[in-house]
């Protein structure tokens, strides 16, 4: 039909719609004509009106009507979803975007080729579950959390409509109950730690990993910032720590490098969910059911450090912590000679302890 045919269109008295294109509709009525399109949203009728005619041209009217559809938001897919999230959201802001990243390939490999739209809250219950399972309970509720946030980005920019799919979805699905943790590693197992070796087969190598865990012993840093650390004379510095501030807050650190900390470089290139795992299975094979983490090793080091006279404020300076109160504001000071003799300290007794004989 062209605008010759359009003008010749009269009201017959009933209002009559008449297909123009796909998704474009002349909707005649008795005083008017309207362009109007209509689409299929989540499984209901959506119609948005263009204009009335002769005021908007019929080639106007088509060329609206393309631009609507081909940026029709219903088709939009979860991998589309997740590319737009690791670019705007997690790649600029996120302080953990290689781990983030790996959760979202999970996501991508179970749900990338279905439409954003269509994704329902049963599915993605099931796929927590089924991830608990096989993954563990932290791991699945970490997953659960990145859904919330993933869905919640898709309703924010439109290709979900209405609710986010996994609103209300809570722990209890995945079985994980937090718990304070004021676990420390014991005499016996600083000693234990220290006696591992090559005993096992495959490509992580017990003494490989085992360097690390005696690193963050001797040093209270966390496994992240142990990986993106570099030495540089007798200290080991990080330039952003990971720790718990706002990304654009950059906190650099350092801790001293005591003789028993150099004697364990290299350090092991590998995630903290490595490490994690392999401690795992490395505690359970020893028959320890109170377990500890890589974490605990970093309470250990404070725990040391106070034990044994030096000052808390000193012990939060060496962990990099912020500082509370007047502290915070007006006390920038550095504690350099102090650090080190904190590092010195705890170096002194996990010798003290490994030269203890049962």
């Known amino acids: 039909m062209n605008e010759k045919e359009i003008k010749l269109l009269n009201w017959e008295g009933k209002d009559k719609r008449i297909r123009l294109d796909d998704g474009l509709y002349l909707m005649i009525r008795k005083s008017s004509k309207t362009y109007i399109i209509r689409k299929t949203v989540n499984k209901k009728a959506q ?84 991830y608990s399972r096989t993954r563990g309970a932290r791991s699945s509720d970490r997953l659960r959390s990145y859904l919330i946030q993933l869905f ?21 699905v995945t079985g994980y109950k937090p718990i304070d943790r004021d676990r420390i590693l014991t005499d016996d197992e600083i000693k234990m730690v220290w006696s591992w070796r090559n005993a096992e087969q495959g490509w992580q190598k017990t003494e490989d990993n085992v360097r690390l865990i005696k690193f963050l012993l001797l040093t209270g840093l966390r496994i992240s910032e142990a990986q993106a650390g570099y030495v540089d004379g007798d200290k080991f510095r990080v ?7 706002s990304k654009n807050e950059k906190r650099p650190h350092w801790v001293y490098l005591t003789k028993s900390a150099i004697a364990l470089l290299p350090l092991p290139r590998c995630t903290p969910t490595n490490i994690q795992a392999w401690l795992k299975r490395k505690l359970i094979k020893e028959g320890i059911t109170n377990r500890f983490t890589p974490h605990d090793c970093r309470r250990t080091f404070a725990t040391i450090a106070n034990d044994n006279g030096v000052e808390p404020f000193i012990v939060e300076r060496a962990l990099n912590h912020r500082m509370q109160g007047v502290m915070a504001t007006y006390n920038h000071a550095d504690y350099e000679a102090e650090r080190i003799e904190c590092a010195k300290t705890v170096e002194i007794v996990i010798n003290d302890i490994l030269r203890v004989k049962k």
């Open 47 to 130: 119609v948005i009106t263009l204009g009335k005619h002769p005021a908007l041209s019929l080639r106007k009217a088509k060329s609206e009507t393309r631009k609507i559809l081909d940026a029709d938001t219903s088709n939009v897919t979860v991998d589309t979803l997740i590319k737009d999230y690791l670019n705007d959201v997690v790649y600029p802001e996120s302080k953990v975007p290689n781990q983030v990243e790996g959760y979202l390939n999970h996501i991508r490999n179970e749900f990338g080729v279905i439409k954003a739209m269509d994704v329902k809250r049963l599915e993605l219950v099931q796929f927590i579950k089924t």
């Open 152 to 172: 919640a980005y898709g309703v924010e920019l439109g290709y979900i409509d209405g609710k986010n799919p996994m609103e209300g979805v809570t722990k209890r």
């Open 239 to 245: 330039d952003d720590t990971k720790g718990k501030h």
